[in-house]
């Protein structure tokens, strides 16, 4: 199975080390400049699976972040 670009990043922000993304120009120059991310892509991203990923996972935080930008 092929992870969804969603999950994907899920997991690579749980499985960085000493990442702790608790604002949202964090987030978003975490994504830009350092993943080179393409924001267009991010910004039509599934939120429902980070907040998945915030009830299971570690970085808790950085997940309701995220759904927060995302969430329309």
Same mark, same amino acid.
């Given at each position: 199975?092929?992870?969804? $670009?969603?999950?994907? &990043?899920?997991?690579?922000?749980?499985?960085? $080390?000493?990442?702790? &993304?608790?604002?949202?120009?964090?987030?978003?120059?975490? &994504?830009?400049?350092?993943?080179?991310?393409?924001?267009?892509?991010?910004?039509?991203?599934?939120?429902?699976?980070?907040?998945?990923?915030?009830?299971?996972?570690?970085?808790?935080?950085?997940?309701?972040?995220?759904?927060?930008?995302?969430? $329309?």
């Amino acid at each position: 199975m092929i992870a969804t $670009p969603e999950k994907a &990043l899920c997991d690579l922000i749980i499985h960085t $080390p000493n990442l702790n &993304l608790r604002f949202k120009k964090e987030i978003l120059t975490y &994504l830009e400049e350092f993943l080179r991310f393409d924001m267009d892509a991010f910004y039509q991203m599934d939120y429902r699976i980070f907040e998945q990923c915030a009830e299971v996972g570690k970085k808790k935080a950085t997940f309701k972040k995220i759904v927060k930008i995302l969430k $329309p």
